[in-house]
């Protein structure tokens, strides 16, 4: 069986919040039980010396009238309707008639019965945050003032009332003017809580928002080893798996190897943590408290050298941009120079040096080309490409390099279809082929290209039969400046995947029992 859904809570009105309402409510149960008593006191109290004649029977019908009211007042209360102000005054109003007409019942109960007014001036002045309280203790006073003097044309009273009269009307003002004083001060004072409240949940939410997106990852650990609060970034870089509870989870389930190194963390210092997911350096910064809890924060080192290493770049891309003309210009004399000497000379060691002063000027020309490359593949002209124009492109890149035909097998489908910019796949290409062919055994197949449309877009991979990749480059492998030969600008991978990546696609290396496999994968634009 289901369990009953929760009744929600009602709203505000404008103007009054819920605690209005509420203050009301319990207001009006005050007066509930006011009632019922006065109707008791009618019932006992019906054949005493306390009333006049008849005066029993008329308190009792004032008593269960003003029960009844007060009975009907609380569906106004539920139902929000009509306005609170006016129901408000609606019940004092009552109040002040019923108890008047009461008190006209018994000289006797007059002055206690008047003493209640004092009750219901000062809690309409709470409730209703000090509004009109000073206009309540007016029309208590004046109907106080009229029951007075109609009991004194009746021979009931001396003209000496008047004097307590007066006394219980100022008492009336008195509680009304304090009423509406300490109201105004209180609600002064619940309207700032309320706006440091708004401004606290605020800045609370702010930084939920900044933790949450945060680079680095934030672990608040209590000083006996409690995580109190872990960001999302922090449990990625650490690769857990636990789901942590703040303040029951201790850091020892959580990451055993950071809880060994935090004794060693102090303020000021950090140390190096590896873990499945990142490489860690990890700060220390302490919390005043009784319970000597700090903030551990983790940051990526692998993120920090991207970042430096595009800013290096950045700067060296800049530094070609500026003077490319100026470089290509000498190198271009330079190289021709040393074909010149190379021709004319006979002597086998200026013609060495020939042939290294021309491979260097072309290394150095080859390097500004790729920067100059870098810097222009936000430059997109994506087209639609197809089986046959990819073929081309092998072969263009083929001739290229001098490689023989039979040294390349080539393997897409004739539904081959995609999107890419063809400049960009130019220069991805011929990366990767040029990498293929300076590590494979060259002999016929040694190449492998390999196409194939997925679900989402086409693959493309290229596959050599060479000695593979060291497991220690497979780390720095996509990393700029990164090579192991003497020949090499260390540009070629890291251009091309910052290429690939432009043109929304991913170039990754695949791990395979021999050789080594590049796999472009290009989504979004490709179709069957």
Known sequence: MSTPAAPLPRPDTP???ASHWRSLDYFN????????????TGVLFESSDIFGPGGGTRFQTYAFVYLVMTALFVLGI?????????QLTTHILADVIFIILMMGTSPQLAGGLGLLLVISIASGGLVGSGRLSLLYAAIASIALLLQNTFALFAGQR???SFFLTGLLCAGYFTIGWLAHTLTRRALRSEMLARQQAEELALLNRIHALAIENSPDGLLAVRGDG????????????LGASLRVKPGLTRLEALAPDLARLVPQVQPGTSVELDTPAARLRVRCIPLPGPDNSRVLVLEDQRQAEQAAQRLKLAALGRLTANIAHEIRNPLSAISHAAQLLCEETREPAQQKLARII???AQRLDRLVEEVLTLNRRDRLNPVDLDRAALAALIDELRHTEE???DAVIVDMPDTLHFRFDPDHLRQILWNLLRNAWRYCSRQPGSIRFHARMMADGAQLDIVDDGPGIA???????????????????????????ELAESNHARLVHVPAPQGATFRLDIHGGARA
Not at 78 to 86: K, Y
Request: cysteine-free; aromatic content about 12%; proline content about 8%.
């Open 15 to 17: 103007g009054y919040f």
């Open 29 to 40: 149960l005050y007066r509930l039980t006011l009632a019922l008593a006065l109707v008791f």
């Open 78 to 86: 539920r139902a929000r309707w009509p306005d609170f102000q006016v």
């Open 158 to 160: 001396s003209v000496d």
């Open 226 to 237: 409690v995580v109190r609060h872990a960001s999302p970034r922090a449990l990625a870089l």
């Open 358 to 360: 021309e491979g260097n």
């Open 403 to 405: 490689i023989p035909p």
């Open 471 to 497: 497991p220690e480059q497979l780390g720095r492998l996509f990393e700029p400046f990164a090579t192991t030969e003497a020949q090499g600008t260390g540009l070629g991978l890291f251009l091309a995947r």
